[in-house]
């Protein structure tokens, strides 16, 4: 963790999760090999995990309290669910693939992660049934905020998201403060599109 540090990461809660959760346990063999490398890894089904540092960062700007519930877009093998679940009362990870997801909940068992849901379905309309959020995670690159996740961000909530084209994005936070919507931009990022109904059409 001492090169995610380097890099700016001062929230010591953040990067005591990051040392808590098993990273090599979410990646398949032989990847698992370069599991603590700072870089993104093929994790099946054409979805990769991101880059430690990213996963960092993106947790830092939630501004995360232990009370907190949030929603997930984008579950992939459930590394960045098992970090969020270190910091939070309750995640809600939503993957549209559903064998990713069983690994996901595969995965989140083996190291024993308990307040983590796993829904099947299409995240770009996330899930209302347990919102409304303290904080929002997109982990995948949408050509902007699908409108049901603003619509489901509790107020005082920060939403991060990488936005922009399929080969270049901008991660922002969004935060909700008396009903209306401040952006942050945060640096430019590459992500996997996000598919769905309020995302990229395949």
């Keep these: 963790m001492s090169q995610i540090a380097a890099r700016g990461i001062r929230d010591q809660h953040v990067l005591s999760a990051m040392k808590e959760v098993p990273r090599h346990l ?3 063999p032989p990847y698992d ?7 993104p890894l093929p994790i099946g089904n054409g979805q990769t995990i991101s880059q430690p540092y990213i996963v960092a960062l993106m947790t830092e700007l939630l501004a ?5 519930s949030v929603l997930e877009i984008g579950t992939g093998c459930g590394y960045q669910a098992a970090v969020l679940a270190a910091l939070v009362r309750q995640v809600t990870t939503i993957e549209r693939i559903p064998e990713v997801a069983g690994l996901a909940r595969a995965n989140l068992a083996t190291v024993g992660c308990k307040n983590v849901d796993v829904i099947v379905g299409d995240g ?4 209302p049934q347990k ?8 982990t995948a690159a ?3 905020v699908p409108r049901p996740l603003i619509e489901q961000l509790a107020e005082g909530g920060r939403l991060v998201a990488p936005v922009g084209g399929r080969d270049i994005q901008e991660l922002i936070r969004l935060r909700k403060r008396d009903g209306s919507i401040t952006e942050d931009q ?8 996000l598919i769905g109904e309020c995302g990229w059409s395949g």
């Design 26 to 28: 979410f990646i398949p």
């Design 33 to 39: 090999k370069s599991a603590y490398e700072d870089c």
């Design 64 to 68: 995360l309290k232990p009370t907190d």
């Design 124 to 127: 770009t309309r996330g899930y």
């Design 131 to 138: 919102g409304p959020y303290d904080a929002i995670i997109i």
């Design 142 to 144: 949408t050509p902007s």
């Design 186 to 193: 945060c640096g430019g990022v590459r992500f996997v599109p």
